[in-house]
Nanobody
Framework: QVQLVESGGGLVQAGGSLRLSCAASGLTVSRYAMSWFRQVPGKEREFVAAISRSGFSRYSADSVKGRFTISRDNAKSTLYLQMNSLKQEDTGVYSC??????????????????????WGQGTQLTVSS
């Protein structure tokens, strides 16, 4: 059974930093591209950052460029999201997702929720002023 379990969320002041983790089990992580999405009540799920199977390609939303960094440790079956210079608008539930798409296809579809086979339950991040 595949499980993606996020951790590391919490309450942080604007300007602060936090690192989210996503521990994967039941799948061979190196065979999956992985991403972070976030959602706030009343809004659609929003793409945040993605990393290809190989780890060579990384993508991020314009709103987090230069502040958030996605990385992966295949040996630990874990995905990370380092978040710096946090803003109130970063508040939301952050979920990780896994896609079996090959690098060339993932490069086209990484922003689409439908591209991902597996999802975690999410971890809440609240950024206060």
């Amino acid at each position: 059974q595949v499980q993606l379990v996020e951790s590391g969320g919490g309450l942080v002041q604007a300007g602060g930093s936090l690192r989210l983790s996503c521990a994967a089990s039941g799948l061979t992580v190196s065979r999956y591209a992985m991403s972070w999405f976030r959602q706030v009540p009343g809004k659609e799920r929003e793409f945040v950052a993605a990393i290809s199977r190989s780890g060579f390609s990384r993508y991020s939303a314009d709103s987090v460029k230069g502040r958030f960094t996605i990385s992966r440790d295949n040996a630990k079956s874990t995905l990370y999201l380092q978040m710096n210079s946090l803003k109130q608008e970063d508040t939301g539930v952050y979920s990780c997702a896994a896609s079996s798409a090959l690098d060339y296809k993932f490069a086209l579809d990484y922003k689409l929720s439908s591209s991902y086979e597996y999802w975690g339950q999410g971890t809440q991040l609240t950024v206060s002023s």
